[in-house]
């Protein structure tokens, strides 16, 4: 399971049916189901559904929150943080209010609005220092540092992973992040299969790119040969090269 579908998993949760004038629309499972199986454009109408029949102001909430988590995973980015970002000002429980800011802070983050995401996770920091997500809240916030090239920052918030949650999802990345070199690279696929690591990697040559492998191992013990390409100082520069990698046809994201 990747960064983003264990993002999207930590906030599963099943209620009860949702049942408005005497009919009956589909309840929060249904909505949790969906995006557990990546349907996110039938996760966000079975979420405005219940948003928009339910009588329960609980429950149009909790809808909320999965209408908000499906725009996100369709790109939807500024729906999604308007739907997090109204969940926080219901006055939900603490803990619904710690998922829908962290939901808001990979809001901004996947638009690319880094000092956003740092700002709004360094502020669910201060308000929840306790958090049931804390070692989340610390990767959200060395992520956003490590763009915004803060990198000593961001080296103390990985730390703090390692040191207060080394049993964590996040402990193993964090230790993979610290490790690495200060540079942006932009990657073009991690595979299990070494051979195909090593063929994309013949592929990107002949486009004239300088790629080459990086040996990751997961939380679940997997290795993955992972092809960058690049070492760049500067996060405008990565984004340069993402874009030509894309015109050339390859899928990326630009690490770290």
Known sequence: MDKKDRFAALFLAAVCFVSAAGQAYAGMPDVAAAIMNKNYTAARDLASAIMN???????????????????LRLGQYAQARSAFQSVMDSRPSQDGYDKAALS??????????????LDTATRLLRKSPH???????????????????????????????????????????????????????????SFLDKGRALALIDDLKGDGQYAYVVETTSPDGHTYYRVRVGQMSSLNDAEDLKKDLEKLGYSTLIYP
């Open 53 to 71: 029949n339910s009588q329960d102001p609980a429950q149009r909430t909790e809808a909320q929150y999965y209408y908000g988590l499906a725009q």
């Open 104 to 117: 808001l802070t990979e809001g901004f983050y996947m638009a690319g609005l880094y000092s956003d995401a």
């Open 131 to 189: 958090s049931s997500y804390l070692s989340l809240i610390y990767f959200k916030i060395a992520g956003a540092d490590l763009k915004l090239m803060r990198w000593e920052e961001a080296h103390y918030y990985l730390n703090k992973i390692l040191e207060d949650f080394p049993k964590s999802p996040e402990a193993s990345i964090a230790k993979q992040l610290l490790e690495e070199k200060q540079y942006f690279a932009v990657q073009v696929g």
